[in-house]
């Protein structure tokens, strides 16, 4: 495996690690104005890369299926949205300001569960990474190395505000600033582990691209509007994460077009 594809694969895991280190800057309590400003930022970003990164390659992949061509990508969506909500149902994980955790009931730490929440939405990212770049090792004519390279910067720069709401709730309900830190850096871990594996999974199946594709594509859509927009819009004045989310769609959409 190329370096370039491993440090490819790395870059969103940085943008985690370093807004998690937010925690040795910052106070202990998050505004929620700013809390709904980057959750919508995060969440723009991840619906223009499922588009422009992960839909659009895998919908000019399937053209030699002619009015058909659609299928793939509608089929690879919906496992995707399946799986995530597979896996929203069987891990005990607590969302960001929510009192009741999800899934099966645990006798796991509150701040363990919120770890869980955000690595449960981290798996599609790290997938998405992991099978651009699995195209673009096959070669694949709708996957470039810039296209690569702004998912994988894109997501990076969605990550480094989760990185600091995971890790200043944290160090809010009485851990160290350093434990705080390293729950956060743990919440996106699996992101280059889930992109190493998909790399490799997808490598043997490169017939089968459009469908790993789109299946990122529909994992990441699940995670924005199952938790993310919702968080973005409780309470009062949400016109701050509207207004993020368009700014993140917009950046995601611009580096995609730029460096594709």
């Not at 809010?172 to 190493?196: C, D, H, M, T």
Request: proline share 5%; aromatic share 8%; glycine share 10%.
């Amino acid at each position: 495996m190329s370096t370039n594809i491993i440090l490819g694969i790395l870059i969103p895991f940085a943008g985690t690690a370093l807004g998690s280190a937010a925690v040795f800057l910052m106070e202990k309590e998050m505004n929620t104005m700013v809390q709904r400003a980057l959750t919508g930022f995060a969440s723009g970003v991840m619906v223009a890369a499922s588009i422009w990164s992960l839909i659009v390659p895998a919908l000019d992949q399937s053209e030699g299926m002619g009015k058909l061509s659609f299928l793939p990508a509608v089929i690879g969506f919906w496992l995707g949205i399946l799986f995530l909500l597979f896996l929203d149902s069987v891990i005990p994980h607590l969302h960001m300001n929510a009192e009741k955790a999800e899934g099966p009931k645990s006798k796991l730490q509150k701040t363990t569960m919120m770890v869980l929440a955000v690595t449960l939405h981290n798996i599609p990212e790290g997938m998405a990474v992991g099978v651009v770049f699995a195209g673009l090792r096959s070669n694949s004519a709708s996957v470039t190395a810039g296209g690569a390279l702004a998912l994988a910067l894109g997501i990076a720069i969605q990550n480094f505000p989760e990185g600091a709401i995971i890790s200043m709730p944290i160090h809010a309900q009485g851990k160290s600033r350093f434990q705080a830190f390293i729950y956060g850096v743990l919440s996106g871990a699996v992101e280059p582990l889930g992109a190493l594996l998909t790399i490799l999974a997808a490598g043997l199946f490169v017939p089968y691209m459009p469908y790993f594709l789109s299946f990122a594509a529909g994992a990441m859509m699940y995670v924005v509007v199952e938790e993310l927009i919702p968080e973005m819009s409780e309470g009062e004045h949400s016109n701050i994460g509207v207004l993020m989310f368009a700014l993140g769609f917009t950046l995601m959409m611009a580096l995609d077009v730029a460096l594709g």
